[in-house]
Nanobody
């Protein structure tokens, strides 16, 4: 599966953005889908994950209550709605996919998008 992330941009603290991750090659219903992010000088960190049918979502504590991951299997697209953005949310956001939950848990996912920059000014 190939992943194409989009929707990043420059916003002010408190604003919102919605990231999209369009998949091609295979249907996303075969995959756990989600998002990671990497800020300058920091390690990549998990943000959110969505189960294959979208019934279960997992979030990092730092984004819980502000971010929502969702999917539209008919459009083969995953979304990350980011509300109440903070300067510490500024990072390159990557969508990712893997059909194996252990791969997610070990952060050894086999499919990655190219990343989209989110900049939050204070």
């Amino acid at each position: 599966v190939q992943l194409q992330a989009s929707g990043g941009g420059l916003v002010q603290a408190g604003d919102y953005l919605r990231l999209s991750c369009a998949a091609s090659g295979r249907t996303i219903s075969s995959y756990f889908m989600g998002w990671f992010r990497q800020a300058p000088g920091k390690e990549r960190e998990f943000v959110a994950r969505n189960s294959k049918l979208g019934s279960t979502t997992i979030y990092a504590d730092s984004v819980k209550g502000r971010f929502t991951v969702s999917r539209d299997n008919a459009k083969n697209t995953v979304y990350l709605q980011m509300n109440s953005l903070k300067p510490e949310d500024m990072a390159v956001y990557y969508c990712a996919a893997d059909d194996s939950l252990p791969m997610w848990l070990n952060q050894r996912l086999r499919h990655w998008g190219q990343g989209t920059q989110v900049t939050v000014s204070s």
